[in-house]
């Protein structure tokens, strides 16, 4: 059983070190994909922060009334 082990254990580690080796590469051509990302001006995400804010906030607002109002509902029913 040893001697069969080895030589996947050895396959293992050559694959690890192939890969190990390929990183640089991966990491160059990531920094080179980065550079063709159009990215939003400060002014776009501070408007777009804005209008998520606000929007969580309404909905959170429309559903503590909801909650609100069924909870009354419940308060009745239950009398």
């Known amino acids: 059983m040893q001697v ?13 070190i192939r890969k190990i080796k390929r990183f640089p590469k ?5 920094k080179e994909e980065l550079k063709k990302v159009n990215w939003s001006t400060r ?22 009334l909801i909650d609100l109002g069924f909870s009354k509902l419940v308060q009745i029913f239950l009398k």
């Open 4 to 16: 069969q082990l080895l030589p996947r254990l050895i396959e293992i580690k050559l694959k690890m």
């Open 43 to 64: 002014q776009e995400l501070v408007g777009a922060a804005v209008i998520v804010i606000v929007v969580a906030a309404l909905l959170t607002t429309y559903i503590a």
């Open 26 to 30: 991966f990491l160059k051509e990531v």
